[in-house]
């Protein structure tokens, strides 16, 4: 491996338009085109292959290999302008790498087939908007094309905090710094803190990872700030009932009365092939912090949610999952197998044959 061919490797992967690309010893290279791995025409990596990656990747980011690192994040550019976001990890003793290809445009939400209420859901004034779903699942992509829409439209101040940055942006009718975590500043808190000293309008937090992370968000959120920020959960009951839990017990009733007065919407998003096979395109629940979900939040009757979502679609342009799912099968655009493998409610195929 020499950074000639791995750089041929990387071109390839914009070429065919995949979304990862796994590199671990004893086997060829994986690229991930439509949900599918498809390995590599190539040998298989050895151990100083893997090694010369991540060895590469980090002295791209003016880091050296620790005989103790264990995993870590970065990202890498190519000449060509190609960004990919990277864990470097071990397996075996070894060195993996999983490389995820930043697209070099960030797409508009018609681009992206992401609900056009996505803008004005950004507009809020201050308060908490969190974009969740699965790994792999869209959040980081969704997120950049809300900071696109606020970047063109409106005059904001906007900071970005992220492990590693994933799209650059350039300034438009807003200020956009990006800092990231390693590089700019030591930890997601740390910059949060520095953040509210920098003249805010808006800030963006890549992940919400931990206690500390999603207090300081909370605090910049109730300080009259506009957060946004990604977790890892499948929709809007499991992502208050993570924020929640984070907590110890004592404390969760008065994050609920934070959390209520302060979450402006969540927006989960997962994937789904269309019917032709060829293209992914995203199934969204939106769930807009209406009065009546803030009592719901207050009160811990979470399970009344999903009901109040589906009520307030008309008003407020919310929707489930399912509602979503629905939507694309009467369009014709998936097919019903693959909204049924993607729904988790035992209700779907009642709500289908209610809706014919």
Do not use: W
């Not at 991930?32 to 991540?54: C, E, H, S």
């Not at 690192?69 to 550019?77: G, T």
């Not at 293209?279 to 939040?297: D, G, K, L, Y």
């Not at 629905?326 to 195929?349: N, P």
Request: overall charge negative; aromatic content about 6%; hydrophobic content about 40%.
């Amino acid at each position: 491996m020499d950074t000639h061919i791995l750089h041929q490797i990387l071109e390839i992967s914009f070429q065919r338009k995949v979304s990862d690309l796994h590199f671990e010893v004893d086997n060829p290279p994986f690229f991930r085109g439509r949900g599918q791995l498809v390995r590599a025409k190539m040998p298989n990596l050895t151990p100083d292959d893997t090694r010369f990656i991540a060895e590469t990747v980090l002295a791209h980011n003016g880091r050296h290999i620790q005989d103790d690192l264990k995993e870590c994040d970065a990202s890498y550019s190519l000449p060509s302008g190609g960004r990919f976001r990277v864990s470097i990890f071990r397996q075996k003793g070894h060195f993996g790498i999983v490389m995820r290809i930043i697209p070099p445009v960030i797409g508009t939400f018609e681009e992206l087939h992401l609900p056009n209420v996505l803008g004005e859901i950004a507009q809020a004034t201050n308060g908490l908007i969190l974009v969740t779903g699965p790994t792999g699942n869209g959040k980081s992509t969704s997120l950049a094309s809300m900071l696109r829409y606020l970047n063109e439209c409106f005059s904001y101040n906007i900071i970005t905090i992220e492990d590693p940055i994933e799209f650059l942006f350039t300034s438009q009718k807003s200020c956009i710094i990006q800092r990231e975590i390693g590089t700019d500043t030591d930890s997601f808190a740390a910059a949060l803190k520095a953040a509210l000293r920098m003249d805010p309008d808006v800030i963006m937090v890549g992940e919400m990872r931990d206690k500390e992370t999603i207090d300081s968000c909370i605090k910049a959120a109730e300080t009259g700030h506009l957060v946004l920020s990604t977790l890892h959960t499948q929709g809007a009951v499991s992502t208050i009932n993570r924020i929640i839990g984070q907590f110890p017990p004592d404390a969760q009733e008065i994050m609920r009365q934070r959390l209520a007065d302060i979450l402006v919407a969540t927006i989960s998003i997962r994937l789904i092939k269309d019917k032709s096979g060829e293209s992914i395109m995203p199934v969204v629940e939106i769930m807009r912090t209406t009065t009546t979900i803030q009592a719901c939040i207050r009160e811990g009757r979470l399970d009344e949610i999903e009901k109040h979502i589906e009520n307030g679609a008309s008003q407020y342009q919310m929707q489930t999952l399912d509602m979503h799912l629905l939507q694309l099968y009467r369009q014709d655009l998936i097919t019903l197998q693959d909204a049924q493998r993607l729904t988790h409610s035992m209700d779907f195929e009642r709500k289908l044959m209610f809706d014919n």
